[in-house]
């Protein structure tokens, strides 16, 4: 039999005690199942009323509408979770923005896309000469 070494545990085991993942080379996680069931575990213990929440918005819209819709008060509230789920919740400054400060950002950025379209291209023609060739 086929054997694995888990990347969480480092044990060896037999290929049978992994998850299938189809994009993985072998077709198989690199985790094991007991593993990836402690770690699961451990992210919904921790993450309880975050999931609590989703829940009843999933409810809440199952029961009054077909399907999952969230409206802009909703993606709001669950921005705001996730910005305090991860601890990044900043105080923004409100400060007027410079115009021409802003004018040349966005210049910049026209002319990075251009470049980018260019560069594309010119690979591509590359490619297609080598293939030809």
């Not at 037999?14 to 994009?23: K, L, P, V, Y």
């Not at 950025?109 to 260019?118: D, S």
Request: proline share 1%; with cysteine.
């Amino acid at each position: 039999m086929a054997t694995k070494v888990c990347t969480k545990c480092g044990e060896e085991k037999d290929i049978e005690e992994f998850g299938n993942r189809t994009s993985a080379k072998d077709g198989k996680r690199g985790k094991c199942k007991k593993c990836k069931q402690k770690e699961d575990s451990e992210y919904h213990s921790k993450n309880k009323e975050y999931r609590n929440f989703i829940r009843s918005v999933w409810n809440f819209n199952q029961s009054y509408m077909d399907g999952f819709e969230i409206n802009k008060e909703t993606k709001k509230i669950l921005k705001q979770i996730e910005k305090e789920k991860k601890g990044k919740i900043i105080e923004e400054k409100k400060s007027p923005i410079n115009i021409e400060k802003r004018k040349k950002e966005v210049l910049k950025r026209k002319k990075e896309r251009e470049y980018n379209k260019e560069y594309y291209y010119r690979k591509k023609a590359e490619k297609n000469k080598q293939n030809n060739a």
